[in-house]
């Protein structure tokens, strides 16, 4: 209504239509309101339902098989010994093939010789001799540490000298250490392959752990 402002709603079946009238101006003129098209109405989200649960049925594990047992073995003194030769011989070849594991071979003519008051320390070597290899003379201190050493002579000759020998292989044709005037040799985790002279109990300091063949 125009006049007053307010907002009547009517029906569309009670609208009737007819050609427009003069105006008035006494009278006001009557408003006809369109009627607003009729929202559809929503239907409430139906809520979720929450699925049961289910337990977990645990695997059925196969029943395991009832241990057999072996009769016992019966160790005789022939098959000791045949075991504690294959075990010597395990040892010692797994001493000096674990030693020169991964490293590259050098081959040398001429020994190396330490004289005097010096120091020299042969780590982590794999040297082959075509004569003596390793000679310590007049007060040398040689360490030979994580090493190979063969010679077709000697492999370690120590003349009033010390030499320490750790976690090495020494082999030589004529003879793997050889000691003299006093000298000092310190071994220790090694495996010494041929004949040793001149090695007295005041000589040779076997820390343990050695291999003698």
């Not at 040398?108 to 003596?132: A, K, M, T, W, Y």
């Amino acid at each position: 209504m125009k006049d007053t402002g307010e907002l009547r709603v009517v029906q569309a079946d009670d609208i009737v239509g007819s050609p427009p009238q003069p105006a008035n101006p006494a009278t006001p003129a009557t408003a006809v309101s369109t009627p607003s098209p009729p929202q559809p109405a929503i239907a409430p989200t139906p809520e979720p339902q929450a699925a049961p649960r289910r337990r977990p049925q645990r695997p059925r594990l196969p029943r395991a098989a009832a241990p057999v047992s072996s009769p016992p073995v019966r160790a005789t003194a022939s098959s000791r010994r045949t075991t504690d030769a294959a075990t010597r011989s395990r040892s010692s070849a797994s001493a000096s093939d674990s030693i020169a594991r991964g490293l590259a071979v050098e081959r040398r003519d001429e020994p190396i010789v330490c004289q005097g008051v010096r120091f020299l320390r042969i780590d982590n070597r794999n040297l082959e001799f075509s004569g003596d290899a390793i000679s310590a003379e007049d007060g040398c201190e040689i360490h030979i540490t994580n090493s190979r050493i063969a010679a077709q002579g000697v492999g370690v000759s120590a003349r009033a000298a010390n030499v320490h020998i750790e976690n090495s292989s020494i082999e030589g044709q004529s003879g793997s250490l050889f000691a003299s005037d006093g000298a000092q040799v310190y071994a220790e985790a090694s495996h010494f392959r041929g004949l040793s002279r001149g090695l007295t109990t005041e000589t040779l300091h076997d820390l343990g752990g050695n291999v003698w063949n």
